[in-house]
Nanobody, 121 residues
Framework: QVQLVESGGGLVQAGGSLRLACAAS????????VGWFRQAPGKEREFVAR????????GYKDSVRGRFTIFRDNTKNTLYLQMNNLNPEDTGVYYC??????????????WGLGTQVTVSS
């Protein structure tokens, strides 16, 4: 069964940090580009960060570049998102995504159920 299971969300004060993790199963993780999307209350889902199948190329939404770091461990079939210097605008449900290509397209095939991140001011 193909699964993406996120963890690590929670409530944090502005300026704080969180590390999200996404455990993948049921497919060849190292052959998939992966990434993170998020959805804030009342807003559309948006891209946050992506990383290529071998971890060699990463990309970020402008507003998180320099604060967030995406990385993966293909030996553990796990994707991570290190989030530092969080602000209230980072609040939302964070989704792990995957797609069977080297690079992530705009609409990935696979989605997790999400993990809530709430940043208080």
């Amino acid at each position: 069964q193909v699964q993406l299971v996120e963890s690590g969300g929670g409530l944090v004060q502005a300026g704080g940090s969180l590390r999200l993790a996404c455990a993948a199963s049921g497919f060849t993780f190292s052959s998939y580009a992966v990434g993170w999307f998020r959805q804030a209350p009342g807003k559309e889902r948006e891209f946050v960060a992506r990383i290529s199948d071998n971890g060699g190329v990463a990309g970020y939404k402008d507003s998180v570049r320099g604060r967030f770091t995406i990385f993966r461990d293909n030996t553990k079939n796990t994707l991570y998102l290190q989030m530092n210097n969080l602000n209230p605008e980072d609040t939302g449900v964070y989704y792990c995504v995957a797609h069977p290509l080297k690079f992530l397209p705009s609409i990935p095939d696979l989605w997790g159920l999400g993990t809530q991140v709430t940043v208080s001011s």
